[in-house]
């Protein structure tokens, strides 16, 4: 099955320098890999995707890099503000008879002030 | 988006007894539904996939006869914890596909059980 790695497990910052998270996947057959936030006792929330037939995508302050050969994502947060600081979670797809969303293991994100 | 509710948000419960928690897709069917549970400060764990109409089907290391899990329509999954112990005790968070097929999973809000 998928498995993914996620590093660091914990981030701090200082607010408006950049955050980078970085994750690597071992099922070369995912094809989907979404980024999600979490705050303490809530669901998780995506804040952005990527699919396989892309390299790179963004969305105001976030972006994230796919390298499918090294099988390698990354998440970048630009001019971090407190309210980024959050639990992030890579996952990407296990494909099998259906898509199961399969996480890392978490980042915790501190911005400091 | 499509809307996931699950219910109920947090529950308390004696060691021994069983808590049922459901996971509704609101506003469009859902055929496959999955169930996760989180430990503190660690990563959500995939426990089961629940599919209308059949049997579930549960990751490697999840009890199948402790975690019982029914979806009985295409709007609603049940996991019910059977015999509760102390150890059961954590957030349990369902997800579903949405509407379209697609590939991104949409959440309920979390179940926070505590067996006492």
């Known amino acids: 099955g998928e498995n993914v790695e996620q590093h660091p497990s914990t981030l701090s910052v200082q607010e408006g320098d950049s955050a980078v998270i970085k994750c690597t996947y071992s099922?070369?057959?995912?094809?989907?890999f979404p980024w999600y936030k979490q705050e303490l006792g809530k669901r998780p929330q995506l804040i952005i995707d990527?699919?396989?037939?892309?390299g790179e995508k963004k969305d105001q302050r976030i972006a994230v890099t796919l390298n499918k050969t090294a099988k390698h994502f990354s998440l970048h947060i630009t001019e971090t503000q407190p309210e980024d600081s959050a639990v992030y979670f890579c996952a990407a797809i296990e494909k099998t008879s259906y898509d199961k969303v399969i996480f890392g293991p978490g980042t915790s994100l501190s911005v400091i002030p | 988006g499509a809307v996931v509710s699950q219910h109920p948000s947090w529950v308390i419960c004696k060691s021994g007894t069983s808590v049922k928690i459901e996971c509704r897709s609101l506003?469009?069917?859902?055929?496959?539904m999955f169930w996760y549970r989180q430990f503190p400060k660690q990563s959500l764990m995939l426990m089961a996939t629940s599919n209308e109409g059949s049997k579930a089907t549960y990751e490697q290391g999840v009890e199948k006869d402790k975690f019982l899990i029914n979806h009985a329509s295409l709007t609603l999954s049940t996991l019910t914890v059977t015999s509760a112990h102390p150890e059961d005790s954590s957030f349990y968070i369902c997800s579903a596909a949405g509407p379209r097929g697609d590939t991104e999973a949409f959440f309920g809000q979390g179940t926070r059980l505590t067996v006492v």
């Open positions: 990527i699919r396989s037939n892309v």
């Open positions: 099922d070369s057959a995912s094809n989907y």
């Open positions: 506003d469009f069917q859902a055929t496959t």
